[in-house]
């Protein structure tokens, strides 16, 4: 026993299936054995429930009793359906957004894009016009949401206030910014990095407007920044052909992965475990590397059959870890299962390249993608 910062944790061994029986059990029914009690039948949470059942836990339930339980089952929601279906309305029935159909669909919650895109069709309540001149190349968005950095091709970084669209102040080398990234940490998002165009990643402090660090070691423009292991260290890719792993703060490279057959990696995306990077190849592959001390090549996690033809796509993770996605060169979205490598969809997005894609942060079956066809979609 040893002191929790919540609690006290205990070391205890319980077999694997004991361990199944009594998880799925307090799920099913919500009740489960008390583990705290040395002896004797005593159970804890819904105690009602558990005189219902008889105790019966999800491993010996009678086969008469689970027939009889799903023959039930299935006249409760035929019933519920008969009647659920003369208030129908045909038109609600057939729109996404209504919540008639988010009822009918919510059998499945997993992260399985639908076929159908939501846009739009009346007018948009508010546009905000920023002061840009030129094509926009990256932009990042605080924790606080006070402000937006972006990156541009004049030569400069813009920081703007997310209301007004005002600049609020500007960081430049002379050089283009290809990417901007604020450390994720709380206390340090006045910390700004941006990977340039001539080879350098520069580190600004946003109070300050001062340079305090360059970190200089690739040969060629730098394409992207991925802070990893809890934002003590980052990762950059460039068009050299290499990746690159540095300590915050430090200007000495701690890990150089480059191989013969390597290609340029313009797309780097986080894993939600945050154990594994994955690496948009221009070889139409999307490479995971180990997060851990060694940033070593998963060659069991490798997907491919999308054609990125030299465009940076965007690669990207489900919420929960078990989808990955990513736009490709023909105006396509491809999902492939996390386990198995293997593509569950395409959607056919936008006509010429599809450039980005998100998830949806609260409804897991949907996303939003953008192509040079000038749309975003929501699928």
């Given at each position: 026993?040893?002191?929790?910062?919540?609690?006290?944790?205990?070391?205890?061994?319980?077999?694997?299936?004991?361990?199944?029986?009594?998880?799925?059990?307090?799920?099913?029914?919500?009740?489960?054995?008390?583990?705290?009690?040395?002896?004797?039948?005593?159970?804890?949470?819904?105690?009602d429930a558990l005189q219902k059942n008889d105790a019966i836990?999800?491993?010996?339930?009678?086969?008469?009793?689970?027939?009889?339980?799903?023959?039930?089952?299935?006249?409760?929601?035929?019933?519920?359906?008969?009647?659920?279906?003369?208030?129908?309305?045909?038109?609600?029935?057939?729109?996404?957004?209504?919540?008639?159909?988010?009822?009918?669909?919510?059998?499945?919650?997993?992260?399985?894009?639908?076929?159908?895109?939501?846009?739009?069709?009346?007018?948009?309540?508010?546009?905000?016009?920023?002061?840009?001149?030129?094509?926009?190349?990256?932009?990042?968005?605080?924790?606080?949401?006070?402000?937006?950095?972006?990156?541009?091709?004049?030569?400069?970084?813009?920081?703007?206030?997310?209301?007004?669209?005002?600049?609020?102040?500007?960081?430049?080398?002379?050089?283009?910014?290809?990417?901007?990234?604020?450390?994720?940490?709380?206390?340090?998002?006045?910390?700004?990095?941006?990977?340039?165009?001539?080879?350098?990643?520069?580190?600004?402090?946003?109070?300050?407007?001062?340079?305090?660090?360059?970190?200089?070691?690739?040969l060629r423009a730098v394409n992207n920044i991925t802070f990893?292991?809890?934002?003590?260290?980052?990762?950059?890719?460039?068009?050299?052909?290499?990746?690159?792993?540095?300590?915050?703060?430090?200007?000495?490279?701690?890990?150089?992965?480059?191989?013969?057959h390597m290609h340029s990696m313009p797309s780097i995306s986080?894993?939600?475990?945050?154990?594994?990077?994955?690496?948009?190849?221009?070889?139409?592959?999307?490479?995971?590397?180990?997060?851990?001390?060694?940033?070593?090549?998963?060659?069991?996690?490798?997907?491919?059959?999308?054609?990125?033809?030299?465009?940076?796509?965007?690669?990207?993770?489900?919420?929960?870890?078990?989808?990955?996605?990513?736009?490709?060169?023909?105006?396509?979205?491809?999902?492939?299962?996390?386990?198995?490598?293997?593509?569950?969809?395409?959607?056919?997005?936008?006509?010429?390249?599809?450039?980005?894609?998100?998830?949806?942060?609260?409804?897991?079956?949907?996303?939003?993608?953008?192509?040079?066809?000038?749309?975003?979609?929501?699928?």
């Amino acid at each position: 026993m040893r002191n929790h910062k919540l609690s006290f944790v205990e070391d205890a061994s319980i077999e694997p299936f004991i361990f199944d029986v009594q998880y799925y059990t307090l799920h099913k029914y919500g009740y489960a054995p008390d583990p705290s009690a040395s002896a004797g039948n005593n159970y804890v949470c819904d105690l009602d429930a558990l005189q219902k059942n008889d105790a019966i836990s999800i491993y010996n339930i009678p086969q008469h009793e689970q027939k009889k339980r799903k023959i039930e089952k299935k006249e409760t929601e035929k019933e519920e359906a008969n009647g659920h279906e003369e208030n129908l309305n045909k038109v609600e029935l057939q729109n996404p957004a209504s919540d008639t159909w988010k009822v009918l669909d919510c059998a499945s919650q997993g992260c399985q894009g639908q076929q159908r895109s939501l846009l739009y069709t009346e007018e948009i309540g508010a546009h905000l016009e920023w002061p840009h001149e030129g094509r926009v190349c990256n932009k990042v968005l605080p924790k606080t949401g006070a402000f937006d950095i972006v990156s541009k091709d004049g030569y400069k970084g813009e920081n703007l206030d997310t209301e007004t669209g005002q600049v609020i102040s500007t960081f430049s080398t002379g050089k283009i910014p290809y990417v901007v990234r604020l450390n994720p940490d709380d206390n340090k998002q006045n910390i700004l990095l941006a990977g340039m165009s001539d080879k350098k990643i520069v580190q600004w402090d946003m109070n300050t407007g001062q340079v305090t660090q360059e970190y200089d070691q690739h040969l060629r423009a730098v394409n992207n920044i991925t802070f990893v292991d809890n934002n003590r260290r980052f990762v950059t890719s460039s068009d050299d052909k290499s990746l690159r792993v540095w300590e915050f703060g430090i200007l000495v490279v701690i890990k150089y992965i480059r191989e013969p057959h390597m290609h340029s990696m313009p797309s780097i995306s986080l894993h939600p475990s945050t154990n594994y990077l994955a690496a948009l190849s221009l070889d139409d592959q999307i490479l995971m590397y180990s997060t851990r001390d060694k940033f070593q090549l998963n060659k069991k996690k490798i997907f491919s059959g999308h054609i990125v033809a030299g465009y940076a796509c965007q690669v990207n993770f489900s919420l929960n870890g078990r989808s990955v996605m990513s736009g490709d060169g023909e105006g396509k979205c491809w999902f492939w299962d996390w386990k198995t490598r293997k593509v569950f969809r395409t959607l056919k997005c936008h006509e010429g390249v599809c450039i980005g894609c998100e998830w949806h942060l609260l409804e897991q079956s949907k996303v939003a993608t953008c192509g040079w066809d000038g749309l975003v979609k929501y699928w």
